[in-house]
């Protein structure tokens, strides 16, 4: 099919928000349980199927009293009660509190009946049957004792957790489109929740180009080059929450191009292609693009990175078409421009509502300089306090110097990168001091 070429540098809203509207929605759902959707957004809400907790309960190791049976204790006449039984946590109550005694209860154990309150045991002191006094308050294990003393008066409800104090039967708990992180774990199944429904898990097929490329441990031969763009691009796709599908490395021939295309289209529901995406002679990914589905040639006015290709494509026996990115060759470009475009549509593909990042704010600690006209986003490392934290000034900015060389070759100085610190297309320049938005590069 034909292709369209911008006549003008996009700006990066206008490319991102031409990606994002090729995404009609979100990949199916499936049921997992909710340990195994952790990093998933939910595509349907959590509704708890108990009262959590599903009855009164103690929160506190101790004894279950009636709290008018307390009134008036202290340390120097405190209130004599008699032990009736135990609770362990898990068991029914089969014991009722009547005037002038208590229960040995655990922490969690269900409230018996007739108490309405709970003594914690650092209050009391053992009694065995002869009214001797054991260990003040240390533990509520050991033999049963006779009768406790408690030291202090307690209110009803003391110590007590109330059943639904947290969630109630029939409530939506986490809502769709929320994200199923550990705590959210915790609560769905808290919530009596034996699965949840996620957005499946984008497939995305990760092809690079060049004959000069060569897999790792490879003999390099008189022009060759390790392959840094096709492991790197299926580590930023695996932190992105995706399934990375190798589809290998490919001659700058189109008939190759194609042929690993096509497996992508069958197997993935994006692909990205690094490499080939410019108008050299030897750039024929953009034709590969070309001849299975539609995909237009975009010069974004971004530093590193300009030339960026993207479509879409109908897979072998339809579906939804597969998103196709064209990225630079050069490793940090390819990077760059994974974050600013391929990330936010990964994210809208797996049912995140708000795919793209919020920026945090930088200063800078020295000069930089840039083209007019493009948006650069440096690779900046951030000053840290002794103990690891990223330091922050009075006004709440994080300091940055460069990493390294800023060339969209120079792969040492994006891995020693905490951060793209983000410089407007108006300025050719920003002294020290300078304020910067910063994007941290922590895979989320």
């Not at 009391?124 to 033999?143: F, I, M, S, V």
Request: net charge negative; glycine share 12%; aromatic share 4%.
């Amino acid at each position: 099919m034909a292709t369209a070429e911008a006549s003008r540098l996009l700006s990066v809203e206008d490319a991102l928000a031409a990606v994002l509207a090729a995404i009609g929605q979100p990949l199916e759902a499936e049921d997992l349980a909710p340990e195994d959707a952790l990093g998933r957004w939910l595509a349907a809400p959590v509704v708890a199927t108990t009262d959590l907790p599903p009855w009164d309960n103690s929160a506190m190791d101790g004894y279950a009293v009636r709290a008018a049976d307390t009134a008036g204790s202290s340390e120097d006449a405190p209130a004599r009660l008699r032990v009736v039984g135990e609770i362990a946590a898990g068991a029914w109550p089969d014991v009722t509190v009547g005037a002038g005694t208590a229960v040995r209860i655990a922490t969690g154990a269900r409230i018996p009946a007739g108490a309405d309150a709970v003594v914690p045991v650092e209050l009391t002191t053992p009694l065995d049957g002869d009214g001797r006094a054991g260990p003040r308050g240390r533990e509520a294990a050991g033999p049963l004792p006779a009768a406790c003393l408690v030291h202090e008066p307690v209110q009803a409800g003391g110590s007590i957790r109330e059943r639904a104090g947290d969630l109630r039967a029939n409530s939506v708990v986490l809502a769709a489109g929320a994200r199923m992180t550990a705590a959210a774990v915790a609560l769905a199944a808290g919530a009596g929740a034996s699965t949840v429904s996620v957005h499946r898990r984008p497939r995305v097929g990760v092809l690079a180009t060049g004959d000069e490329v060569r897999a790792a441990g490879d003999p390099l031969g008189e022009a060759g080059i390790p392959d840094a763009n096709g492991p790197g691009l299926r580590a930023l796709v695996a932190a992105s929450g995706a399934e990375p599908i190798a589809l290998g490395t490919a001659k700058d021939v189109l008939d190759d191009v194609a042929r690993r295309l096509g497996r992508g289209l069958r197997e993935a529901d994006v692909v990205i292609v690094s490499g080939g995406v410019s108008v050299g002679p030897y750039d024929v990914v953009r034709a590969a693009f070309g001849s299975v589905g539609s995909v237009s040639l975009w010069r974004v006015a971004v530093q590193p990175g300009k030339p960026f290709a993207f479509g879409t494509a109908d897979p072998p026996g339809g579906g939804e078409p597969v998103l196709l990115f064209g990225l630079p060759g050069n490793p940090v470009s390819t990077a760059v421009t994974f974050e600013l475009f391929v990330r936010p549509a990964l994210r809208r593909l797996a049912g995140e509502p708000r795919p793209t990042r919020n920026a945090d704010r930088g200063v800078l600690l020295e000069p930089v300089s840039k083209a007019r006209g493009r948006r650069t986003f440096l690779r900046v490392a951030a000053e840290r306090e002794a103990d690891g934290r990223f330091r922050r000034d009075e006004r709440g900015r994080v300091p940055v110097r460069l990493a390294g060389g800023q060339g969209s070759h120079v792969l040492s100085a994006l891995a020693a990168a905490d951060a793209l610190a983000m410089v407007p297309e108006a300025d050719e320049s920003l002294p020290a001091g300078a304020d910067v938005a910063l994007w941290w590069l922590d895979g989320s």
